[in-house]
């Protein structure tokens, strides 16, 4: 078997650990659809290293067959962006804006390897590649005992969650009276 992946190590100014109560008061994630479970470590601003604990109890196992349980690849994905928003909320992208609300917008070079069984513990690793005028982009790794499940690159953009809100009233009013 494949030694576990140590990630970046650890330095002075990383962030030890992050509970999922501490990960909650900063994204907008709530049950079913929180995909992280705890932040092991952050280096603001460089990288982060989430788990996730996988169930037989998870909500998209519900009337699977107990041989048949995969997690789904795409919610892998959206587990990694999750993370890249823990990532962006530790780096202080977030501190300008008031109500702050984060989007995955894009994923590039994606590739899928090892599937996701309950009993697994997922370990999510983002690394900042780019931040710039609230668009961040973040190269992903999700594993499992050391094989790699997905790999990709990422968009994510950072928006105020009440100026997002104003602008869908104004387009929906003008579509109404158009």
């Not at 140590?6 to 030890?16: D, K, N, Q, V």
């Not at 519900?62 to 997690?71: H, I, K, L, Q, T």
């Amino acid at each position: 078997m494949p030694a576990r992946p140590t990630g970046p190590p650890l330095t002075a100014t990383t962030l030890r650990s992050a509970d999922i109560g501490e990960i909650l008061a900063h994204i907008p994630h709530r049950y079913p659809f929180i995909l992280i479970d705890r932040m092991e470590a952050c280096e603001p601003g460089q990288w982060v290293r989430v788990t996730k604990n996988v169930t037989a109890q998870e909500w998209f196992f519900a009337g699977v067959p107990v041989d048949s349980r995969v997690m789904p690849q795409m919610l892998v994905v959206e587990a990694l962006a999750q993370s890249s928003g823990a990532l962006c909320f530790y780096s202080g992208y977030m501190d300008h804006i008031a109500k702050p609300i984060i989007f995955f917008a894009g994923i590039d070079k994606c590739k899928f390897g090892r599937a996701v069984r309950p009993g697994d513990q997922l370990v999510l690793e983002c690394k900042l590649r780019r931040a710039m005028r609230d668009v961040v982009k973040v190269s992903g790794l999700a594993t499992v005992d050391g094989e790699m499940s997905v790999d990709l690159q990422l968009t994510a953009v950072i928006r105020d969650m009440d100026a997002s809100a104003e602008a869908v009233a104004v387009h929906n009013a003008a579509t109404r009276n158009a």
